[in-house]
């Protein structure tokens, strides 16, 4: 899976890394065959929802809020990373990622960036597709990326 941008040379490549994050993250795949294939056990009740850790190789816990995802976190070797899901839309029959926080930490637990995300869709003969991606990030400086999609192919 390698979506391809018809972009200026510098631009492309990156362009093209947001698309595959947003595209892989949301495409069909069976719970049996994503999260559901590990062993899950509930680990606390709080004001962040109900949390789940899974027995994956990233020590994830995911919390749960009136009956949504709220916050999902992993462990990756250099250091964690969560993300907070703020605002849902309704797309056709699905409910999509609108707005959320991707907030990065170090192995030692110090914050290293944080990561705003708001996202569009569209339908496209019957899929419901990213049209427009707005990343604005706050590390070393402050940075900000606006990724619209015109003139849309989709290749079978």
Same mark, same amino acid.
């Given at each position: 899976?390698?979506? +391809?941008?018809?972009?200026? +040379?510098?631009? #492309?490549? =990156?362009?093209?890394?947001?698309?595959?994050?947003?595209? /892989?993250? $949301?495409?069909?795949? %069976?719970?049996?065959?994503? +999260?559901?294939?590990?062993?899950?056990?509930?680990?606390?009740?709080? %004001?962040? #929802?109900?949390?789940?850790?899974?027995?994956?190789?990233?020590?994830?816990?995911?919390?749960? !809020?009136?009956? $949504?995802?709220?916050?999902?976190? !992993?462990?990756?070797?250099?250091?964690?990373?969560?993300?907070?899901?703020?605002?849902?839309?309704?797309? #056709?029959?699905?409910?999509?990622?609108?707005?959320?926080?991707?907030?990065? !930490?170090?192995? $030692? #637990?110090?914050?290293?960036?944080?990561?705003?995300? !708001?996202?569009?869709?569209?339908?496209?003969? /019957?899929?419901? =597709?990213?049209?427009? $991606?707005?990343?604005?990030?706050?590390?070393? /400086?402050? +940075?900000? =990326?606006?990724?619209?999609?015109?003139?849309?192919?989709?290749?079978?």
């Amino acid at each position: 899976f390698r979506p +391809e941008v018809d972009l200026p +040379e510098g631009v #492309g490549p =990156l362009a093209e890394k947001e698309l595959a994050s947003l595209l /892989g993250h $949301r495409r069909p795949v %069976p719970f049996e065959a994503g +999260e559901g294939r590990y062993p899950m056990r509930l680990v606390e009740e709080g %004001p962040m #929802g109900t949390a789940i850790a899974l027995e994956d190789p990233f020590r994830s816990r995911i919390w749960v !809020r009136q009956g $949504r995802l709220h916050v999902i976190e !992993r462990h990756l070797a250099e250091g964690s990373f969560r993300i907070h899901l703020e605002a849902w839309k309704q797309v #056709g029959e699905k409910l999509l990622p609108h707005r959320f926080l991707l907030v990065h !930490r170090d192995a $030692r #637990g110090r914050l290293l960036k944080v990561e705003r995300f !708001r996202d569009e869709y569209a339908a496209f003969g /019957g899929l419901w =597709l990213p049209v427009e $991606r707005e990343v604005v990030v706050e590390g070393e /400086g402050l +940075e900000a =990326l606006v990724l619209r999609l015109e003139n849309v192919e989709v290749a079978a």
